[in-house]
């Protein structure tokens, strides 16, 4: 990790690769009751007002991942998730929560990860930071991107505790960097 840099960034796209699918959707469904009222369908043709509608959902779909990230200062951490920024304080960040299950609508294994704050109850929810779909009995698939190793060392090299760091050096291992541990502490 290049600590000479006081600001580090890590996209998180990969966690959240579909997330303009249904705002894009819902778009264009506005479009097409905008389109249908105004009268612009018969003027258009039909043909052509479905071919723009149908465009809207790329256009909000395909940039929505990139951004999507984490940025890390000496003051704290920036968690962007779309158009919503969070800035969280090193101090007030406790954690990583890493909870292995299973989706309930297709009962594929996944890793949901949250922040865990000092606000954040034992048994509540901190800011999710991802999902991210895994092999079955929770194992890794081998395409983990680069970009998890990099969030896990990030965070590690803040002091912050992963919850399952047999978990992260793996992916880190998977990558060829060593195990969270023998990371250096950019702070110190």
Do not use: K
């Amino acid at each position: 990790m290049d600590t000479t840099n006081p600001f580090r960034a890590v996209r998180l796209g990969f966690l959240w690769r579909f997330s303009g699918v249904g705002p894009g959707c819902l778009l264009g469904l506005v479009v097409a009751v905008v389109l249908g009222a105004s009268g612009a369908v018969d003027r258009l043709g039909v043909g052509f007002s479905l071919l723009i509608v149908a465009a809207v959902v790329p256009v909000v779909a395909l940039p929505a991942p990139s951004s999507f990230w984490v940025r890390a200062d000496s003051e704290g951490l920036t968690l962007c998730r779309a158009l919503l920024r969070r800035r969280y304080r090193w101090h007030d960040l406790t954690g990583l929560d890493m909870t292995f299950d299973e989706d309930p609508d297709s009962d594929t294994a996944r890793l949901t990860m949250r922040l865990r704050l000092t606000t954040t109850p034992s048994h509540g929810r901190g800011p999710l930071v991802g999902v991210l779909g895994l092999a079955p009995g929770h194992r890794l698939r081998g395409t983990e991107p680069r970009r998890l190793a990099d969030l896990f060392t990030l965070l590690a090299a803040h002091g912050v505790p992963l919850a399952d760091s047999g978990f992260a050096d793996r992916v880190l291992a998977a990558h060829g960097l060593p195990p969270l541990a023998q990371n250096p502490d950019p702070t110190g």
